[in-house]
């Protein structure tokens, strides 16, 4: 389907090699370099402050790197920008910005759209069938602000998936979402995996990493592993990951892993 | 009042003034949205201030008044002042609203002092740039309003062409950017228009209180709407009613400055938004509030009355 990829018909997803950050003079990502496999889900799991938004942001180069390359599809990401979509922190932007659900989402397509030309049926259609798809499409006219925390993450979400990207970054899209909207998100993921594409989900709830994906970075500061869940996410990993903050309770003979 | 309007009218010099005054509210409303949106109030207030030492240069290299040459000098002022205030929040730790209003205040001093210098030598005593700092439309020429009609229509212009762009960089930059905008230089395209909206109007409206033109108009036309387009089209009409009574107000007699009557124009608007604005607006706040509490009192009430009743309608 992408000419892309016929020509690099085995480039990984993504290539981080040695990439160093530093917002003031101490590194808070340093030399990382870890590949990610086509088609997996990929949990990227570190304490807070050990630099996976800063991580995400890098490679995407919303922050400056003071080291280190990305490849994406085996080129730039300036050249792969239009394969690769991003769901940000909720944080970070204005909510009461005058706008509703269905334009936010809309926005994803702006980069298909390329300058002055306006989104027009096409564009809606697809915007309200991708709200449809995260259970939102009885939102779509209403303005952001009186969305709650977890419908406006199914926004982010829906903006996302029209991106109609390959490889997508998603920062927390977990957080403050209850069960069913966690559920929801997860069959979406499921859905993006099964049509062969990569995703990066920055994880905190280490309960569910087994269950949901398939691929895990551990990362503080430095990556400590990448690799097979069922390989790389181990106690010993973990501890190492995560330091003393780290209880591990055996209950029922199995091990449950609770982060602080 | 009706006499007075069909005179204000018959008068094609100030039927010229108050077009211009319109055209200037309604481009200034529409470009400010988007400065209002991104929380860069204060950043119109900065240029404007900082126009003043601009204005001032022009005049004494050119020694004349010509509002082109006198927009040259506020939108190059402009510019050295941003610089300024960016170079400040970089290199030190002074967040940008210090830095901005250290800024405003340094560069109004400069203009100032050079003001003063110009009404006492003696060209500049004629030159009539006091007016400046308070506005007067009415002393526009049509030269003048020809200027003001050609700002005004490259500001809706912009704000339509590059609609889309501009509503991304301000409710999201970073995705913006994700998507392969030039962030940068969109940011900088909108703050030259913003600078050149500021620099036209301060004949008309003056230095100390033009950005109200860019901001007021803008805050109002939030109360209106949730929708950005609406938005942008109220804040014009808002600028365009607040530019023209400025103009109407002023020419009723020598010496009423346009700025203020402007800006209490504008300011009136704002009032009415905020208190009547049908959804967001204060009073209908209170009325949907009461309609609510009177609803479940009521549902309540009859609630209790069944239960009192020990019986329900099945
Ligand atoms: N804009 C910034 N300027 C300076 N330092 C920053 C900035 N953003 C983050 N940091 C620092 O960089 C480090 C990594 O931050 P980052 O946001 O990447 O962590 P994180 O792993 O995403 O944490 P969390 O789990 O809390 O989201 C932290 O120590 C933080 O204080
Ligand atoms: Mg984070």
Known sequence: MNKQSEQHPSAAPLKVSGITVAY?????????????????????????????????????????????????????????????????????????????????????RYGHL??????????????????????????????????????????FLARALVQEADLYFMDEPFAGVDAATEKAI??????????????????????????????????????????????????????????????????????????? | MLDWLISLWSDPNTRWILLGCTLLGLGSGVIGSFTFLRRESLLGDTLAHAALPGVCIAFMLGEVKSV??????????????????????????????????????????????MLTHIQHSGSGSQSGLDKYLFGQAAAMVTGDVYTLMGVSVLLILAAMLLFKEFKLISFDPGFARGIGLPVGLLEHTMLILTTVAVAAGIQAVGVVLVAAL????????????????????????????????GAAISTLGEGIPTGPVTVLAATLLFAVSLLFAPGRGLAAKALRHRALKADYARTANTGALEAAEGGSRK
């Open chain 2, 68 to 113: 082109s040459l006198f927009l040259i000098g506020a939108l190059l002022a402009g510019i050295a002042a941003v610089l300024c205030v960016s170079a400040i929040s970089r290199w030190t730790r002074i967040k940008p609203d210090a830095a901005m209003g250290i800024v405003l205040t340094f560069f109004f001093g400069i203009g100032t002092v």
């Open chain 2, 214 to 245: 860019l901001i007021t108009p803008a805050a109002a036309a939030r109360y209106w709407t949730d929708r950005l387009p609406a938005m942008l089209a109220f804040a014009g009409l808002f600028g365009a009613i607040s530019g023209a009574s």
């Open chain 1, 24 to 108: 003031q003079k101490k590194a808070v990502v340093e030399n990382v370099s870890f590949t990610l496999p086509e088609g997996r889900l990929v949990a990227l799991i570190g304490p807070n402050g050990a630099g996976k938004s800063t991580l995400l942001k890098a490679t995407l180069g919303l922050v400056p790197s003071i080291a280190g390359e990305v490849s994406i599809y085996g080129d730039t990401y300036k050249k792969m920008r239009s394969r690769v979509g991003y769901v940000p922190q909720r944080e970070s932007v204005d909510w009461d910005f005058p706008t509703d659900a269905l334009d936010v989402v809309m926005m994803g």
């Open chain 1, 114 to 155: 390329g300058w002055i030309k306006r989104p027009g049926r096409r564009e809606k259609e697809l915007a309200m069938s991708t709200l449809e798809k995260v259970g939102m499409a009885d939102f779509a006219q209403r303005q952001i602000s009186q969305l709650s925390g977890g419908q406006q993450q199914r926004v």
């Open chain 1, 186 to 260: 997860i069959a979406l993921l499921g859905e993006l995996k099964a049509a062969g594409k990569t995703v990066l989900v920055v994880h905190h709830d280490l309960s569910t990493v087994e269950e949901y994906f398939d691929h895990v970075l551990l990362l503080n500061k430095k990556l400590i592993a990448a690799g097979p869940t069922e390989t790389t996410f181990t106690p010993e990993l973990l501890h190492e990951t995560y330091g003393g903050k780290l209880a591990i309770v055996s209950s029922n003979g199995r091990e449950a892993l609770v982060g602080e």
